[in-house]
């Protein structure tokens, strides 16, 4: 399988990007799934539903299934930060590309999502001079780049584009399946 991280302050877009190229890969015979970085508290389950006072029971996982889906939610007795390789092994390798969003520190190569002046957020710092996973910036304004790069800039706005410039790359994103010596609690 191929991974590639999406990296870049809030706001900035990548929620949308993933959104978009999930469409633009899968309709170029790409299977494709989503690691997403959460931050504090969430839950996918609602109160008073089966699964939800299951956990409030206390059980340690809860898988539903049905013949369209599988949601499993395992509850940590103390905080525990998951890194992005401990998720990737908890995916079904039948896919062809996982998009990974958020976990901007994280040691795959990723594209990194900058917004220029105009954006409707303060213009932050740039992670790609000093980030070497960082592979290719995907920006709205490219003659607004904060430092200069050999980086492939890619239009934020294209998508499709984006899709075609990953599938081009071989085997450049392709992962090992490695742990990288981690193991999931």
Not at 89 to 101: F, H, I, K, P, R
């Amino acid at each position: 399988m191929n991974v590639v991280g999406f990296a870049g302050f809030s706001g900035s877009g990548k929620t949308t990007l993933v959104e978009q190229l999930i469409p633009a890969l899968s309709q170029r015979g790409q299977r494709v799934s989503v690691v997403k970085h959460a931050h504090h508290k969430f839950d996918i389950d609602h109160p008073g539903k089966d699964t939800w006072r299951h956990r409030a029971a206390g059980a340690f996982e809860v898988v539903a299934a049905s013949d369209r889906r599988l949601a499993l939610m395992r509850e940590f007795e103390q905080p525990v930060q998951l890194s992005v390789h401990q998720l990737l092994a908890e995916l079904y390798q039948g896919v062809d590309w996982v998009l990974v969003e958020g976990f901007k520190e994280c040691d795959l190569p990723k594209i990194e999502i900058w917004r220029g002046p105009a954006a409707s957020y303060a213009v932050r710092p740039a992670g790609y001079p000093s980030d070497h996973f960082v592979v290719a910036i995907a920006t709205d304004a490219p003659t607004q780049l904060p430092a200069p790069t050999q980086l492939p800039v890619l239009d934020l706005n294209a998508p499709a584009a984006i899709a075609d410039w990953l599938l081009s790359q071989g085997g450049r994103f392709a992962y090992d399946g490695e742990l990288h010596g981690e193991t999931l609690t």
